[in-house]
């Protein structure tokens, strides 16, 4: 198909982080997606791949706190940072975010809720009691092709009713 | 807040429905999705999930144009790549190439010389690492010549035009020499007569666009071969059945020695039904006689499933008083490079080109058109969202001649319950009453209100015919401590079938709902289904899983009889009981008294099957008909020709719902479905056949900021289904019609009727300011 000649990277690049709490070292090219590098090398598969172009969000991640596309950014950008995944969040059971994404019926195939999880939790640590408007525009970066969306906001919606009242 | 199902429950209870129907009380309830906890926690294993140390990575080469002949592929540079332990071309399979295929058997399992559409591999390479594998499939060199492919109906359908498939595929087929794969026509009544006596004819031409399913899991497929010759193939499919057969019949393997793991789908709408790439990774296994295991990325994905394009020219007549006297439709479907299940998609949607309507003169005639382009495949509706765009069209184009409303013209053209909207030898007639939904819809839209500048409604109404034939078996095991194992090959993409067989059991059994669990996924321990489409897994396994909770039951008695010597006609079950002289016993417990002290369990067996009709043009009759009301309310921005849809209204006729909360879950997915293909969906080709807009960046679908302002999807419930407790099958119904009320909506606020689908901004501003010139 093409004639660019072939290239086999066996330069692999220390690199250290913390995940899900956890100081982690992987060595990996440095071509490879912080994505990759969670489901691959340390064994993560939680956050999913669908685009890789940081359009649908289902890879979603907390970067020092910050939610992020793990597929646009590479491991060896996250040296020295902390990254927390949709495993990371439910270490100790399913979060009350969680129960709420069930209880609403948000949940279908499932394989972007992971992101939307993710997504939603970071709004809410931000932004303890979103309108609507600030729950769509939030989550707008996540992408959903089974369901309507309107049960991903309603779960949002109770969480941080939730979160209020325990307070 | 109340949601849908509560409101649903309460109203349930306020009509006071018999208690029998939902015996132990999960039926019928909004049970939390079976499995659910680990789809939101991350631990759900999908197929790229699963670890597989040791695992040759497949990457696949393809030519970049979609149509070629491959004059020499050069494989030196990919083989030196370290790492790279194969690179596999149509020469080194066997010669002939193998093919296969749903409706013919036309699909290599590599591109053997021809290239029919762009991301037909043509090669593969196989590699300790996926780094390599990408390398190497880089450096394979392949030469070819490009054809003049067709990549549009006019293209395939002018004379002398590029034959996409290969002669020798169907031989003896009376289209050989075109690219019509097959045709379908229907035809009942006088039509010239009923012509002569209609007051209004409208004719049109309609589009509807190619769309692809975008499920958000890419999916791939990982193939094990076994120490006996055999293979354990690992896809996200739909039909794990059929996938086991076609690897069967492809490598000369008998059914035992391939086993289908079918990992949960990741969304799967259609696309995940009928192998792709499966045989070519199982090649590649049994070749190296290492795991191989390839991820598809979602351009791969783009490339292999899609919807059917459609075109339909259509021609209506009315009385004065508005009823249907004549339809004529000529549809061409734009079908792929190969058959794929492509020509049941033409004939089944277009069985239902004339609509749920009462109409004495209909001709319908269909065609499935190859291009050289992704093979299109089922796909949510089936060919009905494609008529219906057509046909719901039309009425509302008859509507505006007569002075009737949307609402009206339907309330006087729809079927009523038992009566024929398809004539002659393979009639169709409503198996529900459909009006109940049309009127709820219009009801719920707030149908005849006052509405502001650049707003409007419209209402249609979709039918999608279910599966006519089939066949599901179902296992249940019900163990020595009360719990209870459901075995059942139904695929859970996201529908939420498992949870459906866990309520059953808990309900018949006598079961907690968490002491119920499900086996799917395994065509090695799970018994045979034949598919997950059609939404007819409630109907078929739904009943399969009831009969093996009755078989259960049966045989509990039996033993009770048995082991404590009251005769067994003294005996009796019900729900989750075994009637005794002394009382009532729960199942369980009477299940423990009959095994004893050997333990032991009671295993029970269901099937449904459903014969086809030999003579019949589906094969056989429906088992069930999905009926859907859509009321949509739109606000036109004439500016930026954006639509901001204000209200939109789903009406389902379900039967019973088994779980609310599903029910109106797919419902709602269905309509943002729906919408995507009415309002920003189309794929777009450039001229030498490749996706311009291929990936997420290009194409569009519906996001949070996408949505109707408000969603509202009800359920009319007649308990009038062929499925356990009169359901019916339902997770298609509200994308049917979709774009037949948005287009409405958008005549009714404009006064501009737009024919060609998606509705984007562009082609409702463009329409916008040629009516305003």
Known sequence: ????????????????????????????????????????????????????EGECGACTVLLDGKAVNSCLVLCVEAEGHEVTTVEGL????????????????AVQCGF???????????????????????????LSGNLCRC????????????????????? | MTTAPERAIAQRDALGEPADLYPGGQVGRPVLRYGGGDRTSGAQQFVADLRFPGALQVA?????????????????????????????????????????????????????????????????????????????????????RELPGVYSLDAALAPGAHLVQDPSIRPEHALIDTNVLEDAHYAWGDIEAEEARADVVVENTYTFPMVTHFPIEPGGTVAVPTDSGGLDVYSPVQHPYLLQRTISSVFGLPLNQVRVFAPDPGGGFGGKQNPKLEPLIAFLALRTRRVCRIVLSLEETFQSMRRAGCRMRARTGFTSDGELTFHRVEADFQIGAYADVAPRVMGKGSYVAAGPYRIPGVRIDARAVMTNTTPSTAFRGFGSPQVSWAMESQLDAGARELGLDGLEIRRRNLVAQGEAFVRGESAAHADGDWHQSLEKAAELIGWGTPLPPNRGRGIAVGIKPGATSGLSQSLVRLLCDGSAIVYAGTSDMGQGARTLWQQIVADELGAELDRVTVVSGDTGTVPF??????????????????????????RVLELYAESTGVPAEQLDVRPGLLITPDGELSLPEAARQALGSLRGEFIGQGTRRLRGKGAHPLGGDAAFYEFNATAIEVEVDRETGELLLTRHVTVSDVGTELNPLQVVSQDEGAAIMGLGHSQMEQLLLD?????????????????????????????????????????????????????????????????????????????VWTALQGADS
């Open chain 1, 112 to 138: 972007c809720i992971p992101g939307q999880v993710v997504s939603a939790e970071y709004l809410l640590r931000t932004n303890p009691s979103p309108d609507e408007a600030e729950i769509r525009e939030a």
């Open chain 2, 687 to 763: 001229d030498h056949g490749r996706i311009r807009n291929l990936g997420a960046l290009d194409y569009r679908i519906p996001t949070f900021k996408d949505v109707p302002l408000e969603l509202v999807s009800e359920a009319v419930e007649n308990h009038d289904g062929p499925g356990p407790y009169g359901s019916k099958g339902i997770s298609e119904g509200a994308l049917l019609c979709t774009a037949g009320a948005l287009g409405a909506a958008v005549a009714d606020a404009t006064g501009v009727v737009i024919r060609d689908l998606p509705l984007t901004p562009e082609r």
């Open chain 1, 90 to 105: 439910s270490a100790d059971g399913l979060t009350d975010l969680q129960e709420e994404f069930l209880n609403a019926g």
């Open chain 2, 60 to 144: 696949l080469v393809t030519v970049p144009v979609g149509c070629a002949d491959v004059l020499g592929i050069d494989t030196a540079a990919a083989r030196a790549v370290p790492g790279v332990v194969d690179v596999v071309t149509a020469a080194e399979l066997p010669s002939p190439v193998p093919r296969f295929g749903v409706s013919h058997t036309d699909r290599p399992v590599l591109a053997d010389g021809r290239v029919n559409y762009h991301g037909e591999p043509v090669a593969a390479v196989v590699a300790e690492t996926l780094d390599a594998a990408q390398a190497a499939a880089r450096a394979v060199v392949v030469d070819y």
């Open chain 2, 529 to 554: 289904d034949l598919q997950t489409s059609a939404s007819r897994s409630t109907v078929f396994m739904g009943s399969a899983v009831l009969e093996a909770c009755h078989d259960v039951r049966r």
């Open chain 1, 147 to 167: 369901a309507g969306y309107q049960r991903i906001v309603r779960a949002v919606q109770a969480t941080a009713v939730r979160r209020g009242a325990a307070q």
């Open chain 1, 1 to 52: 198909m093409t004639n660019d000649d072939p290239v086999v990277d066996d330069g692999l690049q220390t690199v250290r982080l913390s995940v899900n709490g956890t100081r982690r070292t992987v060595a990996v090219p440095a071509h490879r997606t912080l994505l990759d590098g969670l489901r691959e090398e340390v064994g993560l598969p939680g956050t999913k791949s669908c685009c890789a």
